[in-house]
């Protein structure tokens, strides 16, 4: 598997989607913090998302997740995808994405690289235990995050 990349900036200026479930039945959003690297003698992708979100459900009920990434040419559809919610539109109309299924999990065509990861580890992280700038900037009148870490399995390009 070879994903070569500016990995500070993958996330946070490129953006990803995140995606959890079935080709029947999916969630996805815009993330912008997540890292690559190695757990546990395996490579592993680590992402966060908030309790309050509608694929937070789905993180927690499907073994695999996707992180996909994008030309720049699709930042307005992933700007519509990290601030609207799966609850309250079809995000799929409106995104004009096309799904495909990929090992097991989900992630769409116009992606130009898919990470599929298998879920190893979730853990709640506790806004006590945060700086407290952080406590006063990101968690002052919104949802903790909870963390996923996940083994790559494979990266699709």
């Known amino acids: 598997m070879i994903f070569e990349t500016e990995i500070f900036s993958q996330f946070d200026k490129k953006w990803a989607l995140l995606t959890a479930g079935t080709k029947d039945q999916f969630n996805m959003m815009t993330i912008s913090w997540g890292s690559l690297g190695t757990l546990w003698n395996k490579p592993v992708a680590t992402v966060y998302v908030r309790t309050s979100r509608y694929t ?93 870490i996940g083994e790559v399995v494979e990266i699709v390009k």
């Open 56 to 148: 937070h459900d789905f993180m927690d009920d499907n073994e695999l997740f996707t992180i996909s990434f994008y030309p720049e040419d699709f930042k307005k559809a992933l700007g519509v995808m990290g601030s609207k919610s799966g609850r309250d539109m079809d995000k799929m109309k409106d995104s004009g994405f096309t799904p495909k299924e990929v090992n097991g999990s989900v992630t769409f065509e116009e992606a130009e690289v898919t990470i599929v990861c298998r879920k190893l580890f979730r853990q709640e992280l506790s806004v006590e235990n945060m700086p407290e700038d952080v406590k006063n900037s990101l968690y002052n009148c919104d949802a903790p995050h909870d963390m996923y």
